[in-house]
């Protein structure tokens, strides 16, 4: 039987998400994992302390976790799918790109940062 859902929602920023992620399912220490992420073995030691609290807030009060923004950067390029709308990247960068990401179709083009007014 689960929680019931009673908490309000925790956010967890990306830098959190991401903090966790390289520490607890990468099992990355701290020292390569804010290597990773650019930041102070400091800093990342807090970034992580913050989501380990957010997590057991949740898991605690049966609330809900939403993942927000942050300091994002992205190393890839981003297409727009003609025929869906949807809009997708593509990190590896020696793989050609064949079709979109979510309906498959091949009118796809590179995204240049606007969308078009329908």
Same mark, same amino acid.
Do not use: H, T
């Given at each position: 039987m689960g929680v019931k #859902?009673?908490?309000?929602? =925790? =956010? %967890? #920023?990306? @830098? @959190?998400? @991401? &903090?966790?992620? %390289? &520490?607890?399912? @990468? %099992? %990355?220490?701290?020292?390569?994992? &804010?290597?990773?992420?650019? =930041?102070s073995r400091p800093t990342f030691a807090r970034i992580y302390e913050s989501a380990r609290r957010k997590i057991a807030q949740a898991l605690v009060n049966g609330s809900p976790i939403i993942f927000e923004g942050g300091k994002v950067y992205f190393n890839s390029d981003w297409y727009a799918c003609k025929s869906c709308g949807c809009l997708f990247d593509h990190p590896q960068k020696d793989q050609e790109i064949t079709g979109c990401a979510l309906c498959g179709s091949s009118e796809i083009e590179q995204f240049q940062g606007k969308r078009e007014s329908s």
């Open positions: #859902n009673e908490g309000p929602p =925790v =956010v %967890l #920023n990306y @830098e @959190e998400y @991401e &903090s966790i992620r %390289l &520490s607890d399912f @990468e %099992l %990355l220490g701290q020292v390569d994992a &804010s290597k990773v992420m650019d =930041v």
